[in-house]
Nanobody, 126 residues
Framework: QVQLVESGGGLVQAGGSLRLSCAASGLSFSRYAMGWFRQAPGKERELVAAISWSGVTTYYADSVKGRFTISRDNAKNTVYLRMNSLKPEDTAVYYC???????????????????WGQGTQVTVSS
């Protein structure tokens, strides 16, 4: 059974940090690019960060650049999102997603990601 399971969300004060993890099972993890998306109430789901299958190529949305870091450990079938200097506007449900590709190009299109986790809530208080 193919599965992505996020963890690490929670409530944090503005300026604080969290590290999200996404554990993959049932798929050849190293054949997938991975993305972290978020969706705030009343807003569309947006790509926050993405990483190629090798970990060499990364992408960050302008809103998180310099504050968030995406990384992966192919030996552990896990992708991470380190979030520093959190702001109230970072409050959302965060999802990890997988795109089967061996290209170093990381897609920014939500439709390219075909495996999704259930999400983890991140709440940043002011």
């Amino acid at each position: 059974q193919v599965q992505l399971v996020e963890s690490g969300g929670g409530l944090v004060q503005a300026g604080g940090s969290l590290r999200l993890s996404c554990a993959a099972s049932g798929l050849s993890f190293s054949r997938y690019a991975m993305g972290w998306f978020r969706q705030a109430p009343g807003k569309e789901r947006e790509l926050v960060a993405a990483i190629s299958w090798s970990g060499v190529t990364t992408y960050y949305a302008d809103s998180v650049k310099g504050r968030f870091t995406i990384s992966r450990d192919n030996a552990k079938n896990t992708v991470y999102l380190r979030m520093n200097s959190l702001k109230p506007e970072d409050t959302a449900v965060y999802y990890c997603a997988a795109e089967r590709t061996l290209s170093e190009y990381v897609s920014r299109l939500i439709t390219e990601y075909d495996i999704w986790g259930q999400g983890t809530q991140v709440t940043v208080s002011s």
